[in-house]
């Protein structure tokens, strides 16, 4: 601010001079923003054994070709259910508590259990501390980005974070709550355990479900017309027996406007009765079902869950702004307005770029058949695009549309709530697609590819040619570095785009000295200091500063002009001492 | 198999799930625990031991001081006394003497999972230093430690997301004990208290100590270049333009005034002039802060 002043004062001085003085200003020059500890591509820790096709407890598991691959042994327990497996294999999940998953009785005798109970909790992530500064347990969207989050989990045991010693979560405790997998015709128990300081509720969206069961509870999930909200410390059980196979969705109903947005949403899916069907009950994490169901793979060789969300920073700061819980309701009921709000993080299953390049890649062979499950969680219209491929769209909100009026193309629109099936051919037949590669999939509204405005950010991930992908599930990618967006710095807006791309010397660097309005914002948003001091010690940030600095130099700027004969003589009789001295 | 008799078992089913649920309200006593090794027990509804130490002596300890037992209750009903609070047990502090044969019987009365955890015990006898009691509600489980000899205060919580942060948080000292842990309902402050206001502040700084802090929930108006660079433009005009007539104004005003007048004139219509400036600066203050 001060140099523009001073350049002002400048300009406006000669401006009035009518000589040509041959003063030059020189703009700065390119000063190189060194970037802050960048994190490897892969740091999940994952066992490379987790990644193979294998077979536990008798149950397939599809090869995961990512980074962040899922536990094999929490695969096995989602198929058969915790009380049909090994103690070992319970105590090698990721923290599954003994009864998460209970299948029994094959009621029409096919050979897979028909009576399922499902136990669900309600956790939160990234939540306030009364002890300490940060959140915890934290689950991170991007480097460094850590909003607050509530989610129906699989019901753990043990710590909430990894060990006593970390704050970070449980691989269990994520976004986007658990999807959840039934089989057509199953008698389901849906027991949800309100662990949460709050009121909740599950409302099965588009899942056949009685309005009430047959105890006379309400078994609709919504308070005002259904049943009580469930409340902290207590448990529901919701039945039902699903008729209709499809992609469906199960979210909260108390306070839905927030509750949603702030995580209590994921997907149902129904799938249709076969024989031999164990179904995978949960899918944390969502992206690859690595147990197929047995009509899935009838047309299909590999599926995916995608689960498209939103997130407006300012919701998400208010539970970790108090501890007390009349504050946080406060705040999050009768304070916030979501009409007034803007939504700035975009997650695909739960994460953002390029987080979700470690986990949501769509890997493929050629002449293969994917069939994806897609829901629009966002507060607006999805337009998910697929470079490369055009794929066809085979079931609206879990009703097959049908197959002689289904439309192929390459850009789903999605309302929000809506669920799309799409099946991806990856026959290079340059139709449906392109051929081998590392080809985008995102969302093309504009700001859902970035993250809080920082491009590119947001909900993009890959589908990913087998041949373009190294053992650890690393893309070989052919352009730009990306260790940048794998640094704080970057999403913290410090880092100059293209500083390294044009030359050497930093054509597009950014210019020594230069007072960023990103720097400010930064400062402004860690909330260390608070906002009154920076007013008051920063004068030239302050409207009122910068009036009286202005008529400052406008006084001085008409003195200039006033006493301009003087100031003329004296400059030209320099002018003439200079000269005298060449 | 007809469609008839799916009914049957389908009905059949959903009436057992109310009676489960009815079932729930008893308090069920998990006794019958899987031994996993190094003191890890465990049962398929649940129920969970981990640092179970009923023989091996910590260090130290000739001999085991005593038996003791204690019973602990947890719930959201135990945190009616704790506002602010959303779950606890019903008592926050344990004081027990070293080399006691401690058995901790622990009651969760609500519908979800509770823990008793306890910290800070040496790892040569528990694993990751932890004694764990964990179970679904409503039920009992039991679990047996001997503690040190050494006198020290631990940890005791649930460790499942925001139970130790909204008030399942205690205690357990051993002899004189050593050290505190902050926000144990009742017992020790917040290190980082929540911020209830202007009007809240007066009636509560007798119990705390008043440190404010600022909290995200307020905006932080952010400082906007843009416009200041319009009042900077505004100000140049200003001072470029007005200043001749200024100074043919105040030329003609002064005109046949001692210097002693103009001084004194100066003088009060500085004060004036701050004065009014004063008022302007606050009210201007006050809209920005709304």
Same mark, same amino acid.
């Given at each position: 601010?001060?140099?523009?002043?001073?350049?002002?004062?400048?300009?406006?001085?000669?401006?009035?001079?009518?000589?040509?003085?041959?003063?030059?200003?020189?703009?700065?020059?390119?000063?190189?923003?060194?970037?802050?500890?960048?994190?490897?591509?892969?740091?999940?820790?994952?066992?490379?054994?987790?990644?193979?096709?294998?077979?536990?407890?008798? $149950?397939?598991?599809?090869?995961?070709?990512?980074?962040?691959?899922?536990?094999?042994?929490?695969?096995?327990?989602?198929?058969?259910?915790?009380?049909?497996?090994?103690?070992?294999?319970?105590?090698?999940?990721?923290?599954?508590?003994?009864?998460?998953?209970?299948?029994?009785?094959?009621?029409?005798?096919?050979?897979?259990?028909?009576?399922?109970?499902?136990?669900?909790?309600?956790?939160?992530?990234?939540?306030?501390?009364?002890?300490?500064?940060?959140?915890?347990?934290?689950?991170?969207?991007?480097?460094?980005?850590?909003?607050?989050?509530?989610?129906?989990?699989?019901?753990?045991?043990?710590?909430?974070?990894?060990?006593?010693?970390?704050? %970070?979560?449980?691989?269990?405790?994520?976004?986007?709550?658990?999807?959840?997998?039934?089989?057509?015709?199953?008698?389901?128990?849906?027991?949800?355990?309100?662990?949460?300081?709050?009121?909740?509720?599950?409302?099965?969206?588009?899942?056949?479900? @009685?309005?009430?069961?047959?105890?006379?509870?309400?078994?609709?999930?919504?308070?005002?017309?259904?049943?009580?909200?469930?409340?902290?410390?207590?448990?529901?059980?919701?039945?039902?027996?699903?008729?209709?196979?499809?992609?469906?969705?199960?979210?909260?109903?108390?306070?839905?406007?927030?509750?949603?947005?702030?995580?209590?949403?994921?997907?149902?899916?129904?799938?249709?009765?076969?024989?031999?069907?164990?179904?995978?009950?949960?899918?944390?994490?969502?992206?690859?079902?690595?147990?197929?169901?047995?009509?899935?793979?009838?047309?299909?060789?590999?599926?995916?869950?995608?689960?498209?969300?939103?997130?407006?920073?300012?919701?998400?700061?208010?539970?970790?702004?108090?501890?007390? @819980?009349?504050?946080?309701?406060?705040?999050?009921?009768?304070?916030?307005?979501?009409?007034?709000?803007?939504?700035?993080?975009?997650?695909?299953?739960?994460?953002?770029?390029?987080?979700?390049?470690?986990?949501?890649?769509?890997?493929?062979?050629?002449?293969?058949?994917?069939?994806?499950?897609?829901?629009?969680?966002?507060?607006?219209?999805?337009?998910?695009?697929?470079?490369?491929?055009?794929?066809?769209?085979?079931?609206?909100?879990?009703?097959?549309?049908?197959?002689?009026?289904?439309?192929?193309?390459?850009?789903?629109?999605?309302?929000?709530?809506?669920?799309?099936?799409?099946?991806?051919?990856?026959?290079?037949?340059?139709?449906?697609?392109?051929?081998?590669?590392?080809?985008?999939?995102?969302?093309?509204?504009?700001?859902?590819?970035?993250?809080?405005?920082?491009?590119?950010?947001?909900?993009?991930?890959?589908?990913?040619?087998?041949?373009?992908?190294?053992?650890?599930?690393?893309?070989?990618?052919?352009?730009?570095?990306?260790? @940048?967006?794998?640094?704080?710095?970057?999403?913290?807006?410090?880092?100059?785009?293209?500083?390294?791309?044009?030359?050497?010397?930093?054509?597009?660097?950014?210019?020594? !000295?230069?007072?960023?309005?990103?720097?400010?914002?930064?400062?402004?948003?860690? !909330?260390?200091?608070?906002?009154?001091?920076?007013?008051?010690?920063?004068?030239?940030?302050?409207?009122?500063?910068?009036?009286?600095?202005?008529?400052?130099?406008?006084?001085?700027?008409?003195?200039?002009?006033?006493?301009? %004969?003087?100031?003329?003589?004296?400059?030209?009789?320099?002018?003439?001492?200079?000269?005298?001295?060449? | 198999?007809?469609?008839?008799?799916?009914?049957?078992?389908?009905?059949?089913?959903?009436?057992?799930?109310?009676?489960?649920?009815?079932?729930?309200?008893?308090?069920?006593?998990?006794?019958?625990?899987?031994?996993?090794?190094?003191?890890?027990?465990?049962?398929?509804?649940?129920?969970?031991?981990?640092?179970?130490?009923?023989?091996?002596?910590?260090?130290?300890?000739?001999?085991?001081?005593?038996? %003791?037992?204690?019973?602990?209750?947890?719930?959201?009903?135990?945190?009616?006394?704790?506002?602010?609070?959303?779950?606890?047990?019903?008592?926050?502090?344990?004081?027990?003497?070293?080399?006691?044969?401690?058995?901790?019987?622990?009651?969760?009365?609500?519908?979800?999972?509770?823990?008793?955890?306890?910290?800070?015990?040496?790892?040569?006898?528990?694993?990751?230093?932890?004694?764990?009691?964990?179970?679904?509600?409503?039920?009992?489980?039991?679990?047996?430690?001997? $503690?040190?000899?050494?006198?020290?205060?631990?940890?005791?919580?649930?460790?499942?997301?925001?139970?130790?942060?909204?008030?399942?948080?205690?205690?357990?000292?051993?002899?004189?004990?050593?050290?505190?842990?902050?926000?144990?309902?009742?017992?020790?402050?917040?290190?980082?208290?929540?911020?209830?206001?202007?009007?809240?502040?007066?009636?509560?700084?007798?119990?705390?100590?008043?440190?404010?802090?600022?909290?995200?929930?307020?905006?932080?108006?952010?400082?906007?270049?843009?416009?200041?660079?319009?009042?900077?433009?505004?100000?140049?005009?200003?001072?470029?333009?007005?200043?001749?007539?200024?100074?043919?104004?105040?030329?003609?005003?002064?005109?046949?005034?001692?210097?002693?007048?103009?001084?004194?004139?100066?003088?009060?219509?500085?004060?004036?002039?701050?004065?009014?400036?004063?008022?302007?600066?606050?009210?201007?203050?006050?809209?920005?802060?709304?």
């Amino acid at each position: 601010m001060q140099t523009r002043s001073l350049v002002f004062l400048f300009g406006s001085a000669l401006l009035s001079l009518s000589t040509g003085a041959g003063a030059v200003t020189s703009p700065p020059p390119s000063a190189k923003v060194q970037l802050g500890q960048a994190e490897p591509f892969c740091n999940s820790g994952v066992p490379s054994e987790w990644r193979k096709a294998q077979v536990i407890e008798g $149950v397939n598991i599809q090869e995961s070709r990512v980074c962040n691959a899922d536990n094999p042994a929490d695969i096995a327990a989602f198929v058969k259910g915790t009380n049909n497996i090994s103690m070992q294999t319970i105590m090698d999940t990721s923290s599954l508590a003994a009864d998460a998953i209970t299948k029994t009785n094959d009621m029409d005798g096919d050979g897979d259990p028909d009576h399922i109970i499902i136990k669900v909790e309600i956790m939160e992530v990234n939540g306030h501390s009364p002890d300490f500064a940060g959140v915890v347990p934290t689950f991170d969207i991007a480097p460094g980005i850590q909003p607050s989050f509530w989610v129906f989990a699989p019901k753990t045991r043990d710590m909430s974070t990894r060990s006593f010693a970390s704050v %970070e979560a449980n691989p269990m405790l994520r976004m986007p709550s658990t999807p959840i997998r039934v089989e057509q015709g199953d008698v389901v128990w849906l027991v949800v355990e309100n662990t949460h300081y709050f009121p909740h509720s599950i409302h099965l969206h588009g899942v056949d479900h @009685p309005f009430m069961d047959h105890g006379g509870e309400g078994n609709d999930g919504v308070g005002q017309t259904s049943q009580m909200d469930i409340m902290p410390g207590q448990s529901k059980t919701y039945v039902i027996r699903p008729r209709q196979p499809g992609t469906m969705y199960y979210h909260c109903h108390v306070q839905p406007h927030t509750h949603i947005p702030m995580g209590l949403a994921g997907m149902f899916i129904v799938e249709e009765n076969r024989p031999n069907n164990w179904v995978q009950t949960f899918n944390v994490g969502a992206g690859q079902v690595r147990h197929p169901s047995v009509a899935v793979l009838e047309k299909f060789s590999q599926e995916y869950d995608l689960h498209y969300q939103s997130v407006d920073k300012d919701l998400h700061k208010l539970p970790q702004a108090a501890n007390d @819980p009349r504050l946080i309701a406060r705040a999050m009921n009768q304070e916030y307005d979501i009409t007034d709000a803007t939504d700035d993080y975009f997650l695909l299953n739960g994460r953002s770029f390029p987080y979700t390049l470690r986990e949501s890649l769509i890997t493929v062979n050629p002449n293969e058949k994917i069939k994806l499950r897609i829901l629009n969680g966002h507060t607006e219209t999805l337009a998910l695009h697929t470079h490369g491929h055009k794929a066809t769209e085979t079931h609206y909100d879990g009703v097959e549309q049908n197959p002689s009026a289904q439309v192929t193309r390459d850009v789903y629109m999605m309302a929000p709530a809506q669920r799309l099936d799409l099946s991806i051919n990856t026959t290079d037949d340059g139709l449906h697609s392109f051929g081998s590669g590392i080809w985008m999939f995102h969302d093309h509204v504009e700001r859902s590819f970035t993250t809080d405005g920082m491009g590119e950010g947001g909900s993009i991930s890959l589908i990913v040619y087998k041949s373009y992908l190294d053992e650890n599930g690393t893309p070989k990618t052919h352009g730009m570095d990306l260790t @940048p967006y794998f640094t704080k710095e970057f999403w913290e807006r410090k880092i100059p785009v293209w500083q390294d791309w044009a030359d050497d010397w930093g054509s597009l660097a950014e210019p020594a !000295g230069i007072q960023t309005a990103a720097a400010a914002s930064v400062t402004g948003t860690t !909330g260390v200091k608070s906002a009154p001091d920076v007013v008051a010690t920063d004068t030239s940030s302050n409207p009122l500063g910068s009036l009286f600095n202005g008529l400052l130099f406008g006084i001085a700027g008409y003195v200039l002009y006033l006493y301009r %004969e003087r100031v003329l003589a004296v400059i030209n009789q320099l002018a003439s001492q200079a000269k005298g001295k060449h | 198999m007809s469609k008839f008799t799916h009914l049957i078992i389908f009905g059949a089913f959903l009436t057992a799930s109310s009676a489960y649920a009815a079932k729930q309200q008893e308090i069920v006593e998990h006794k019958l625990l899987m031994d996993h090794g190094d003191g890890h027990l465990m049962d398929m509804d649940g129920g969970m031991v981990m640092g179970q130490n009923k023989d091996k002596l910590p260090g130290g300890c000739d001999k085991i001081s005593g038996d %003791e037992e204690i019973t602990v209750r947890a719930g959201h009903k135990y945190s009616k006394k704790f506002p602010g609070t959303m779950f606890a047990f019903d008592k926050q502090e344990w004081r027990i003497k070293p080399c006691t044969r401690l058995t901790v019987h622990f009651i969760n009365e609500d519908n979800i999972r509770h823990q008793w955890m306890m910290h800070g015990l040496p790892k040569y006898l528990y694993d990751k230093g932890m004694f764990h009691l964990e179970v679904t509600g409503p039920a009992k489980i039991s679990g047996t430690l001997i $503690v040190p000899k050494e006198d020290k205060t631990y940890l005791v919580h649930c460790d499942i997301a925001q139970h130790m942060e909204k008030g399942m948080k205690g205690q357990l000292v051993v002899g004189k004990g050593g050290g505190t842990f902050p926000s144990i309902p009742g017992l020790t402050d917040f290190a980082i208290p929540d911020n209830y206001g202007p009007t809240q502040i007066a009636a509560t700084t007798s119990a705390q100590p008043a440190v404010t802090q600022p909290t995200a929930a307020q905006p932080l108006p952010a400082p906007q270049s843009s416009s200041n660079t319009g009042t900077f433009i505004i100000g140049l005009a200003l001072g470029l333009f007005a200043t001749p007539f200024a100074v043919s104004n105040f030329k003609q005003r002064f005109k046949g005034m001692s210097s002693k007048d103009v001084v004194i004139y100066g003088a009060n219509l500085g004060k004036s002039l701050f004065d009014q400036a004063v008022h302007l600066a606050i009210s201007i203050y006050r809209r920005f802060k709304k």
